[in-house]
């Protein structure tokens, strides 16, 4: 990749007392980058003249200074930033707000308000910033190896008792029916100034030991709903922030099965949508241990579904095949009232899992199983989920692609199309540009180029 001076030229100290700090040469860490780079699909080529001209001043462009952040975090055992390497190019990425999973109850508090409190304000520190995996992977070990807090009580502020936290899942309630039904951009900016001028409030009230655990995981459910739509809304830098914290405030509920949630539902899928597959599995193994006899079947069925997806997009047929038995057979054993089961997990049904096996056998290769497990998801999920119903469809065409149907797949393409434009959802749309993208090999065909236009279309 071409680089680019820093404006004023000067020394790049931050990055040189990195590469220190980590015990690396230059052209130790040049093999690093390259090596972080191969796994984004990026063909790097850095040596250790790339990292003398980097310590002098230069800054490389696009998603470089984000991988050497990833390579030199990995050394170190820790998150670190593109500022922390001084290559935020004059921008302040450089906080870690969010981004730490705190020690103690009152951290985590402090944390989470800041949070909220950035992103209300739109602070381009936030989501500007860009993902490095090992910030999703450092908070579950420290989720796995933490043991429980001791006490949330707290006796200072305004009382708080249990129908703030009943108006708060109700809240959580609502947003959630409306984002399934209108997409995370008609709602997300409601969710987050809720968080921040009531539930922030709430936190740092007085509450009985009881009532706080509550409010704890009522909010925690709250934040991570918050991170998935920053998800839907293309912001999966400010996603992880919200996922962590969401991890944390499941600790200081003592719900060991919504932390395991967060990872193998949250995390993990971001970690898929980010093109890193080692993490996938690592996270939702870690959902699996970590929440090892406190969970349902149903929930089990999704930490399973969300292992195969790693495996699948690593190519490992085998592996990816035996956990997604164990999903099935997980989900057999379920209540079919979903009456034991809490509320966080009772949409994860035949449709849903359904929908997960589908993007295991389109990442394999296997598009009669995919098409198949596609065909499933859609007579199963109900009409209200337009999102859902969408992204299967998109799974639907793309099979068909795999088997050169080409005029069907436009077709299932195009229903996909007119479904995710009752939404506004990024996820939607770039399942359709990856959609559109295993198309250009047809591209002369007449039924894709008419595909092509729709879509151009409907992103004007």
Not at 339 to 353: E, K, Q
Request: hydrophobic share 40%; with cysteine.
């Amino acid at each position: 990749m071409a680089a680019r001076p820093l404006v004023a030229r000067q020394p790049n100290e931050r990055l040189q007392t990195l590469i220190q700090e980590a015990a690396c040469s230059n052209a130790g860490l040049a093999r690093r980058v390259n090596m972080v780079g191969a796994e984004r699909g990026l063909d790097l080529r850095y040596d250790k003249t790339s990292v003398a001209r980097w310590l002098r001043g230069q800054q490389p462009r696009g998603r470089a200074p984000g991988i050497i952040a990833e390579a030199l975090g990995r050394k170190l055992g820790r998150t670190v930033t593109i500022d922390e390497i001084g290559m935020a190019n004059g921008k302040n990425l450089s906080s870690g707000v969010g981004l730490q999973y705190a020690p103690t109850v009152a951290g985590a508090v402090e944390q989470v308000c800041e949070l909220w409190r950035g992103d209300v304000g739109r602070r381009d520190l936030l989501t500007g910033s860009a993902v490095a995996a090992s910030a999703l992977v450092e908070p579950s070990r420290d989720w796995l190896i933490s043991g429980p807090d001791a006490q949330v009580e707290r006796t200072a502020g305004s009382r708080v008792g249990m129908s703030d936290v009943e108006a708060v899942r109700a809240m959580t309630a609502a947003l959630t029916d409306l984002d399934h039904r209108f997409g995370s951009g008609h709602v997300r900016p409601v969710l987050v100034h809720y968080l921040n001028s009531v539930v922030s409030g709430l936190l740092s009230g007085a509450y009985r030991e009881q009532v706080g655990r509550e409010l704890f995981a009522a909010v925690a459910r709250l934040t991570e709903l918050g991170g998935y739509m920053a998800v839907d809304t293309g912001q999966p830098g400010l996603a992880q922030r919200y996922y962590i914290q969401a991890l944390r405030l499941a600790q200081a509920a003592g719900d060991r099965a919504y932390g395991g949630y967060v990872l193998a539902a949250s995390m993990s899928h971001l970690a898929a949508q980010l093109g890193n597959p080692r993490e996938i599995a690592q996270l939702a193994r870690a959902a699996q241990e970590g929440a090892r006899g406190q969970v349902t079947p149903r929930a089990q069925a999704m930490f399973y579904a969300a292992e195969a997806r790693g495996h699948a997009l690593l190519g490992d047929a085998r592996t990816c095949h035996a956990v997604a038995g164990r999903a099935v057979a997980a989900l057999e054993q379920a209540d079919p009232d979903t009456g034991d089961d809490p509320v966080w997990i009772r949409h994860f049904d035949s449709g849903y899992l359904a929908d997960e096996l589908a993007h295991c056998h389109r990442d394999l290769g296997q598009p009669h199983e995919a098409a198949r497990r596609a065909k499933e998801a859609l007579a199963a999920l109900p009409e209200t989920r337009a999102r859902r119903r969408g992204i299967a469809l998109v799974l639907l065409a793309s099979a068909q692609v795999q088997q050169r149907e080409v005029e069907r797949a436009c077709h299932t393409g195009t229903r996909a199309m007119e479904l995710l434009s009752t939404v506004r959802s990024s996820r939607g749309a770039e399942y359709l540009d990856d959609l559109q993208q295993r198309l250009t090999p047809f591209g002369e065909e007449p039924a894709v180029r008419e595909f092509g236009e729709r879509l151009e279309l409907q992103a004007a």
